[in-house]
């Protein structure tokens, strides 16, 4: 059975930084396609990174140079370091995940990811 439980989301003034971890069960992080997505209040869910095996990656244009996302197999985690965060950047974060197929590209719509965490809140205060 698939599982994605993040943790790491926190308050955190504008400039501060957080790391996400999703910890995945089920299956092997190495071997699927992973995201972050992230959803504020009254707004659509948007896509912020997305990895493809271990080192091709895409951004967000809003979070590129500040967010990097990485897998550690070992620990088959899946990680969002976040800096130089923005009030902006508020939202709950997911991870989710889906088997490397078409499109093969790191940041899929999320309608391709059939497998989703339960979040972890993010709030950057000014």
């Known amino acids: 059975q698939v599982q994605l439980v993040e943790s790491g989301g926190g308050s955190v003034q504008a400039g501060g930084s957080l790391r996400l971890s999703c910890a995945a069960s089920?299956?092997?992080?190495?071997?699927?396609?992973m995201a972050w997505f992230r959803q504020a209040p009254g707004k659509e869910r948007e896509g912020v990174a997305g990895?493809?095996?271990?080192?091709?990656?895409s951004y967000a244009d809003s979070v590129k140079g500040r967010f990097t996302i990485s897998k550690d197999n070992a620990k088959n985690t899946l990680y969002l370091e976040m800096n130089s965060l923005k009030p902006e950047d508020t939202a709950m974060y997911y991870c989710?995940?889906?088997?490397?197929?078409?499109?093969?590209?790191?940041?899929?719509?999320?309608?391709?990811?059939?497998?989703w965490g339960q979040g972890s809140q993010v709030t950057v205060s000014a």
């Open positions: 089920g299956f092997t992080v190495g071997a699927y396609c």
């Open positions: 989710a995940a889906r088997v490397c197929q078409w499109p093969l590209t790191p940041l899929a719509p999320e309608e391709k990811y059939p497998y």
């Open positions: 990895i493809i095996r271990m080192i091709s990656t």
